[in-house]
């Protein structure tokens, strides 16, 4: 009984946590654009094609059985052998499909991202890490489709969120009228951790398989991991799958979103004239070339 007692309080502690994290605001748009227009897929099909059939494409394939089949293809880590900027360079002649907000190449994102979170004089390793977390993308120059690449990720083997980005979508997965997987837990239990989750499988969780042996600080690599996953940290769905750890570490992700997602308003960065600094950052948490 005592057992059964000390899982209820965690469970209350954190669904006490989530609530408050989700009411807090952390981070301001510092942008001329007005903060509605980020991320806005409400308007019609027709003014954003492109976004909205890779959605459709993205819903439809997004299954456990695709994530398991990606996570043990991309895990060995067998694919490269390079470094950091060299894949920052490789990147600059992809643009993400899912974005409805930029159409620039991947490094200047980066650069915007970096660039933001280093004027608020953020630690270095916050700076570093809105400078690499897209590099996951690179699945795309190894032959990946994008609808497994970029765009939100949500849990699978379970029951899809209604908050997920069109969600309509997602009535097109065959989990969707799994017997486990429709059901509001499916394969996990509750407060299991999002350690413990799949995810849609993209740039988020290679690169973090990529970086989880370098060194970085666990807040870092927690954003790599988590960052497209708007449905939790923006909306507040999910905290039924959610432990402690998640509830400490989610604030991270939520400071990180400021750089990630209102920069791509700013100017286009001079790329030579800051590389100089990025190399020397890089180097104090990478060496010269890593496994992808």
Known sequence: MRIISSQLSEAIKVTEAWEGFIQTKYGTNKSDKETSAFRDYTVADEEQPLVSAFYRENHQKQTLAHVLHQKKVYGSLDHAIMGIWEALELLDTLIDESDPDTHMTQIVHSLQSAEAARRDGQPRWMILTALIHDLGKYLFFLGEPQWTVVGD???????????????????????????????????????????????????????????????????ALYILRYHSFYACHTDGEYAWLLNEKDTDMMPWVKTFNQYDLYSKAEAVPDVEALKPFYLDLIHEFFPQQIKW
């Open 153 to 219: 990720t949500f849990p699978v083997g379970c029951a899809f969120s209604p908050k997920i980005v069109y969600h309509r979508y997602l009535q097109e997965n065959p989990d969707n009228d799994h017997p486990v997987y429709s059901t509001r837990y499916g394969i996990y239990s509750p407060h299991c951790g999002l350690d413990n989750v799949h995810l849609s499988y993209g740039h988020d969780e290679y690169f973090y398989q990529v970086c989880k042996n370098h060194g970085l600080p666990a807040e």
